[in-house]
């Protein structure tokens, strides 16, 4: 409040010497006009004291200057001392807060929770890992099974083929030697089979 008082009061101060440097230069002016008249008259004596007065009063203006240029470092200090004023003010509060901080901080205890957090982040990790690679192999398994089977069926449908009929009425090792047509048959029957696999993509 006083810093705030004292500001009021130079910014006061600096607009009455602006008030006054205006009002000498209208003076001025005034005399350098009234020297010139008495001039022209040839009055020398009337010429003599009006620019003794005409010195005079500028004089006047640049003290008006000097003490303006006062007035304004003066202001500006106010400012400077209320800001590190403000400053000491933020820092006492700080190291109180930090003091108040420190006071209930433990950091034997705050190692320890810091350390049993870590401890327990990396056993809930390996959990969820292993959950994960575990579910990956159920489902993957499962997928590549029904997905095996399926492009099975589609092959042998497109062929002709049926699970449950041709493959069933296949010669077996038991019953002899085929001869050589149904040799030949099979052969080519297998041929296509490939050919009708390598057309799909399964190799």
């Given at each position: 409040d006083i810093i705030?008082?004292?500001?009021?009061?130079?910014?006061?101060?600096?607009?009455?010497i602006?008030?006054?440097?205006?009002?000498?230069?209208?003076?001025?002016?005034?005399?350098?006009?009234?020297?010139?008249?008495?001039a022209?008259?040839?009055?020398k004596?009337?010429?003599?004291?009006?620019?003794?007065?005409l010195?005079?009063?500028?004089?006047?203006?640049?003290?008006?200057?000097?003490?303006?240029s006062?007035?304004?470092?003066?202001?500006?200090?106010?400012k400077?001392?209320?800001?590190?004023?403000?400053m000491?003010?933020?820092?006492?509060?700080t190291?109180?807060?930090?003091?108040?901080?420190?006071?209930?901080?433990d950091?034997?205890?705050t190692?320890?929770?810091?350390?049993?957090?870590?401890?327990?982040?990396?056993k809930?990790?390996m959990?969820?890992?292993?959950i994960?690679?575990t579910?990956?192999?159920?489902?993957?398994?499962?997928?590549?099974?029904?997905e095996?089977?399926?492009?099975v069926?589609?092959?042998?449908d497109?062929i002709?083929i049926?699970?449950?009929?041709?493959?069933a009425?296949?010669p077996?090792a038991a019953?002899?030697l085929?001869?050589?047509?149904a040799?030949?048959?099979?052969?080519?029957?297998?041929?296509?089979?490939?050919r009708?696999?390598?057309?799909?993509?399964?190799?």
């Amino acid at each position: 409040d006083i810093i705030k008082e004292q500001n009021r009061e130079l910014r006061g101060t600096q607009r009455a010497i602006s008030r006054d440097r205006a009002a000498l230069e209208k003076q001025e002016k005034q005399l350098e006009l009234e020297i010139k008249k008495m001039a022209k008259t040839g009055n020398k004596e009337a010429c003599k004291v009006l620019a003794k007065q005409l010195v005079q009063l500028r004089k006047q203006k640049n003290r008006t200057y000097a003490v303006s240029s006062k007035v304004t470092s003066m202001s500006t200090q106010t400012k400077v001392m209320n800001s590190q004023m403000k400053m000491a003010g933020a820092m006492s509060a700080t190291a109180k807060t930090m003091q108040a901080v420190n006071k209930k901080m433990d950091p034997q205890k705050t190692l320890q929770t810091m350390q049993n957090f870590q401890k327990e982040n990396m056993k809930m990790e390996m959990t969820e890992e292993m959950i994960n690679d575990t579910l990956d192999d159920i489902f993957d398994a499962s997928d590549e099974e029904e997905e095996t089977q399926d492009i099975v069926n589609q092959v042998l449908d497109e062929i002709g083929i049926e699970i449950s009929g041709k493959m069933a009425k296949a010669p077996s090792a038991a019953r002899g030697l085929p001869s050589a047509s149904a040799s030949t048959a099979t052969t080519i029957s297998d041929e296509e089979i490939e050919r009708q696999l390598k057309a799909l993509g399964v190799d």
